[in-house]
């Protein structure tokens, strides 16, 4: 007996599968390539204004010191942010810590447990006592936030003008220096891990790097989860090493002044052979930013609290019902967000070697910026600490560029406001188009 076959009305046609172009392969977020694109094309026209001088090693060296402050304390704004609260008083607040830590270095540790300035302890008390310092501001400015229910606009807008003159009131107005030898390592310029230390570290990066890339594939299949083809793993994987190797090359190139070199033989005793050179390799800044990054990247990703404040973020009223404690949340963030300026306070005051009472200033502008040009959405729910940091690098190179060329400082300032706005009306467009709120 033949079989029947189903009427043709009856019969259905599966639907052809979309094609996918090669950054949904290797699911890249089309946004971070873009901004990635804008800042490359930036960096070429300010090379080609300034006759090459912008992308020298030399540059990309004090760019990426220059970075670091702003982009620790970008990526504490992103949590702040997403669970849409702002704060506008980590420049103020930067500056308390600074004034803090430098009058702790200079007075507090000589005068009350008599050890001198530069004593190996000394730098340590300081920045404990720095973060320490930053983390109950925080605390207490998340407390009146999340308990007594004050907006976070108004709570760090007089946390701004109140931290800035506590800073000066601390100092009696005057600059605090040279600081603690150990301590102005931290801020890149005086502290450098070398050539070959820097190579060790990207080397371990680039190992962490791929570890992670592979890793995250094999819990990809182990949970029935679709996973991009091997080749395009491979390809993301050197990208990867690319990127990391590229980037100590070029710091460990740019080559330290033979007076600096005979000036460090001098202090140990030694005769700099002569023609020696060597590089700078990465500042401890970056080190401290890389880590810093690390650290918030799995908090955000792979810990209860970053899982809480991204839902609080996405809908406080469905979380809170859902048992989080929205209000002790609120103190966290801000918490973190005042250890993170008394870190940037540190590198930020070691890289200029004392403590001036404009440190700091229109700080917490860059910070908001870079946190926003970097994707994170100012109606709450999502970020990224990667994005962030760009942000800062793209703030920062802009800035930089401009004043290399010869652009007026007022000018400057009209043209970050620019991308500024200009950076939200993209987001907006681009969650448009993406379906996302």
Same mark, same amino acid.
């Given at each position: ?37 804008? +800042?490359?094309?930036?960096? /070429?026209?300010? $090379? ?31 949590? =702040? ?65 999340? &308990? ?53 570290? !990207? ?12 890793? !995250?594939?094999?819990?990809? /299949?182990?949970? $029935?989860?679709?996973?991009? @083809? =091997? ?16 980037? =100590?090359?070029?710091?460990? *190139?740019?080559?330290?002044? *033979? ?9 140990? #005793?030694?005769?700099? @052979? ?8 990465? @500042?401890?800044?970056?080190? /401290? ?21 991204? !839902?609080?973020?996405?809908?406080? $009223? ?19 967000? #005042?250890?993170?300026?008394?870190? *940037? ?12 009472? $404009? ?13 926003? /040009? ?11 600490? &990667? ?23 007022? +000018? ?6 620019? =991308? ?9 467009? &681009? ?7």
């Amino acid at each position: 007996m033949a079989e029947q076959t189903a009427p043709a009305s009856t019969q259905t046609t599966a639907k052809p599968t979309p094609r996918r172009n090669f950054a949904q392969v290797l699911e890249l977020d089309t946004r971070l390539l873009g901004m990635i694109g804008a +800042f490359i094309l930036m960096c /070429i026209g300010f $090379d080609l204004f300034t006759d090459g001088r912008f992308l020298t090693a030399r540059n990309i060296f004090n760019l990426t010191i220059q970075t670091v402050s702003v982009a620790i304390m970008a990526t504490g704004m992103v949590f =702040v942010i997403v669970t849409r609260h702002i704060d506008l008083s980590v420049g103020s607040l930067l500056a308390t810590c600074s004034a803090v830590m430098a009058m702790t270095q200079t007075q507090i540790v000589p005068d009350m447990l008599g050890m001198g300035l530069n004593h190996p302890l000394t730098w340590v008390i300081a920045l404990v006592v720095g973060l320490i310092a930053g983390g109950l501001i925080g605390a207490f400015q998340g407390w009146l936030i999340g &308990y007594l229910l004050i907006p976070s606009f108004i709570v760090t807008l007089g946390g701004l003008l109140v931290w800035r003159n506590v800073a000066w009131y601390l100092t009696s107005g005057q600059t605090i220096g040279p600081l603690d030898a150990s301590f102005m390592r931290l801020g890149g310029i005086n502290g450098t891990l070398g050539v070959t230390w820097s190579w060790v570290v !990207a080397v371990v990066c680039a190992v962490a790097a791929v570890a992670a890339l592979w890793n !995250a594939r094999r819990n990809k /299949i182990r949970h $029935d989860f679709p996973v991009k @083809p =091997v080749w395009a793993e491979a390809l993301m994987s050197l990208f990867a090493v690319a990127a990391i190797m590229g980037f =100590v090359a070029i710091l460990a *190139s740019y080559e330290i002044p *033979s007076r600096r070199l005979e000036r460090m033989f001098e202090a140990r #005793g030694e005769v700099m @052979p002569e023609g020696f050179t060597t590089g700078y390799g990465l @500042p401890l800044s970056v080190l /401290i930013l890389i880590l810093v990054a690390v650290a918030m990247t799995i908090v955000a990703r792979r810990t209860r609290l970053g899982r809480y404040i991204f !839902a609080t973020g996405g809908n406080p $009223d469905a979380a809170e019902l859902s048992g989080i404690n929205t209000r002790l949340l609120t103190v966290k963030v801000f918490a973190i967000m #005042g250890m993170l300026a008394a870190l *940037s306070a540190a590198v930020a005051s070691a890289r200029l070697t004392n403590h001036a009472n $404009d440190i700091g200033t229109l700080d917490e502008l860059r910070v908001i910026a870079a946190a926003v /040009i970097g994707g994170t959405a100012l109606s709450g729910g999502f970020g990224t600490i &990667y994005g962030a940091i760009l942000g800062a690098l793209i703030m920062q190179s802009l800035q930089s560029g401009m004043a290399m060329v010869g652009v007026d400082a007022p +000018f400057q300032n009209i043209v970050v406001g620019s =991308v500024l706005v200009l950076a939200v009306l993209i987001d907006i467009i &681009y969650r448009k188009r993406a379906g996302v709120k």
